[in-house]
């Protein structure tokens, strides 16, 4: 159950001209991450209407190396979450798609498979995963256009309390329970996906979210001011120049230097997102006209994409219709232009997962479901949490 301040927090968020985060969880290994020094249980807070009074009551935990943070953000309606959640949550950051005119090199190799973590790592998977067939690393060597951020240092799970596309229905899940699902959720994700925080935003589109997750990493120090992400870099003319840039402007870096004052770097923000919030990413219907570029642009200024693929398995007729859909949005100039530069990185979604969906777990839970059934579909605490409140039982 959520505290009174925690409670308050998801309250405010719902208010009509709240643009802040509030932080409901926040463990001191977080990278950067606020925690209140009046009352260590409080939630924090940034951005909103009392900007100022919440950020002057946070301190922040100093890190200890000069790794760029990178943050891996879960943003997701969590109605509810589900084991597909909490495997791509956990999941490590993936490398760009290779590209077809660069040449294969032996000097480099393809990163380590997103799920490869969860097969190495995650004993808390191993009572969910019947096989690791599925969950084997790319094995081809490439060279890739752009360099990568580091790998995640901190991960967030995310919900926002205004959508851009959804309206709960009566029978949704309420705020409060989102929250309190959330915190199950970061209850149950494996130790080696290392810290995490759960927030609870009020802006319904990515760049507002990406914007916001900046200024709180500003406000806190963690973004120097004056380091803001550069604008990205026109595309080389040819092949061959592309081939030649190796080192990118959009990747973070870190430099520090006895006579500076602290690290001039940029962190990394990514979020992890479904096919389904991709395709929204890329629908004119949600900007203004004629503002859809501008928009993408801006957020790719700031925040990296990683997204999972649907119908990956199977040959049902479904699963060909959902993979040739979304080919047709991958092969999208406006799409394939980010994907080419590493902005937009895609990965499958295991198999033993590739089935699971918050729908399925709320037909379930209406057809009466008890723990067994929903052992294979949502982590423990998250089944505990939902049958115990009878969520979804009508």
Known sequence: MLTDAQAASVQRTCEPGFDGIEFLLFPENWPECPRQTPQSGSPARLGGRSRSSSAASLSFQPRKTNTPPHIAVMDSSF????????????SSFPGPAPNPNVRRSRGLSSPKSPTALLRDAASYFSSHVSSDDNLSPPREEVTYLDTTPGPYTARLLMYAARNADKTP???DASPIQRAELMLAQAEAMPPQAGPVAVAIVAEPTFVAKAKMLVRMLQESGVWPVGHEPPKPRSEP??????ALTIQSPLSPTCSASPSSPGPSY???ITFIVGMDTLVRIFDHKYYAPGGMEAAIEELFQYAWLVCARRGSGGES???ADTRRLE????SRADVA???ARGRIRLIPAPDVVADVSSTRVRTALRMGAGAGALRGLCADP???YLLDQKMYRS
């Open 337 to 339: 232009r980010w994907i």
């Open 237 to 242: 003319a040819t092949p061959r120049m592309r």
């Open 266 to 268: 940029s962190p990394a």
């Open 317 to 319: 007729t479904d699963a």
């Open 382 to 384: 998250v089944a505990k």
């Open 169 to 171: 229905g009566w029978a």
């Open 327 to 330: 080919d047709v949005l991958l």
């Open 79 to 90: 109605n509810p979450p589900t084991l597909a959640h909490l495997v791509l949550a956990s």
